[in-house]
């Protein structure tokens, strides 16, 4: 069996692979249906320091390959998360790691350094690149200057391993990732989602409340495969690959792109059980290409 496990600055995953925010709760839901501590983290749903109601409804919508969300970050508050949630997934043996919104540089600080106080959150994934909000996140991540602001205010108060996940919708996002970097980031991960539109035509009006969103799924894939090529080459830091990835072929993919990990995210709506299937398959595949260990494929593509 091929030695899987990976490193994200100092965060130790037994795997490769791991769920994304928005897709998978906060593992509880999926207790059930799946062994939770069989992957490398749970990336639990975005949370920011003040409760949010998030858009109204309809907030999601089905395309071609893949879907459309304008969900907007519904959560209640990083009290209730640390006083109501982390009791309840603590104890879950792998990396239980949050994801973090804001409307403000303080704002993301302050909800930070909350998180920073739970000894068995051993890391986060800001959250400066979400385009289905009506204020906040998008404006931070489409510039240097608004990502960096955001990562320097959190990195004063932050801690443990500090992930920046990177939106798609930027004219070059090796500028923006590099950004990141020099302000403290521990590693960086992409690509959110892309800003998408559906139109319902018999009604003459747009399918979702806000009327765009943000598209995943596997219409994705090939973008954020470039993305994250083009960063890994631009930066130090380890990056983790999300977008479209459904199979242990895909996330084969994002290795080979440069990645040290992956996220799984639409997939988990279509089958809870895709992350196991997709470990497993990538064991399979570097047992039988004669691999010792995943880091033999990280990053081959030239």
Known sequence: MARLNVKIGDLELKNPVMTASGTFGYGLEFADLMPLDGIGGIIVKGTTLRPREGNDYPRMAETAAGMLNCVGLQNKGVDYFCEHIYPQIKDIDTNMIVNVSGSSPEDYAECASRIDALDKIPAIELNISCPNVKDGGMAFGVTCSGASSVVKAVREKYHKTLIVKLSPNVTDISEIARAVEAEGADSVSLINTLMGMAIDIEHRKTLLSINTGG????????????MVWQVAKA????????GGICTAKDAIEFLMAGATAIEIGTANFLDPTVSIKVRDGINEWLDSHGCKCVQDIIGVID
């Open 215 to 226: 598209l995943s799924g596997p219409a994705v894939k090939p973008v954020a495969l470039r």
């Open 235 to 242: 930066v130090r830091i380890p990056v983790v690959g999300l």
